[in-house]
T-cell receptor, first 115, second 113 residues
Framework: NAGVTQTPKFQVLKTGQSMTLQCAQD?????MSWYRQDPGMGLRLIHY???????DQGEVPNGYNVSRSTTEDFPLRLLSAAPSQTSVYFC??????????????FGNGTRLTVT | KQEVTQIPAALSVPEGENLVLNCSFT??????LQWFRQDPGKGLTSLLL?????REQTSGRLNASLDKSSGRSTLYIAASQPGDSATYLC????????????FGKGTKLTVNP
């Protein structure tokens, strides 16, 4: 059981480049989300999805796009990378976004540097 | 807006000591509160989830309590070991709206042999 798989683990981009961070889960979870983690700022929610075809913005959505065409996959797209997007990105999933008894499962993260 | 605070930001204890990590939240209308562990360079691992109707949850040497009226949760670690060294984060999911999980900034625990 792989859980939540994120690729790549590391990425360096130049300002203005675009890329997609991949996230896949094999637990049939309805809820998937993307966070960024920065020193002193904690974890901040970028986008989330409560099921295939449904996405919504989190706390810091600007500069990022998401889609959810399947239950398993939730890619995060950086449209035009900026140095401010240098961060560690985590994908997380759970059975339900209401989470009454549904803990959040995290991937191991993607460390992104934008120069 | 829900705010989650963890104090202290860092804690260093000798091996074998029992310890308590604190988490406070401003909005008591929560569905649950979750405790996570994060090792350096890794993602977060779920430790315990306490539903709003529960007062505590236990897993091995870990015990988490929840007091919604005071907006507090504690994570008790018994007989600490060097392997417990990590950053511990708590997060609350608030009722209503989009029901997003709000994280504290974590407490970095070091257990010295």
């Amino acid at each position: 059981n792989a859980g939540v798989t994120q690729t790549p683990k590391f990425q360096v981009l130049k300002t203005g480049q675009s890329m997609t961070l991949q996230c896949a889960q094999d637990m049939n979870h309805e809820y998937m989300s993307w966070y960024r983690q920065d020193p002193g700022m904690g974890l901040r929610l970028i986008h989330y999805s409560v099921g295939a075809g449904i996405t919504d913005q989190g706390e810091v959505p600007n500069g990022y796009n998401v889609s959810r065409s399947t239950t398993e996959d939730f890619p995060l797209r950086l449209l035009s990378a900026a140095p401010s997007q240098t961060s560690v990105y985590f994908c997380a999933s759970s059975y339900s976004n209401r989470g009454h008894n549904s803990p959040l499962h995290f991937g191991n993260g993607t460390r992104l540097t934008v120069t | 807006k829900q705010e989650v605070t963890q104090i202290p930001a860092a804690l260093s204890v000798p091996e074998g000591e029992n310890l308590v990590l604190n988490c406070s939240f401003t909005d008591s209308a929560i569905y649950n509160l979750q405790w996570f562990r994060q090792d350096p360079g890794k993602g977060l691992t779920s430790l315990l989830l306490i539903q709003s109707s529960q007062r505590e949850q236990t897993s091995g040497r870990l015990n988490a309590s929840l007091d919604k009226s005071s907006g507090r949760s504690t994570l008790y670690i018994a007989a600490s070991q060097p392997g417990d060294s990590a950053t511990y984060l708590c997060a609350a999911i608030t009722q209503g709206g989009s029901e997003k999980l709000v994280f504290g900034k974590g407490t970095k625990l070091t257990v010295n042999p």
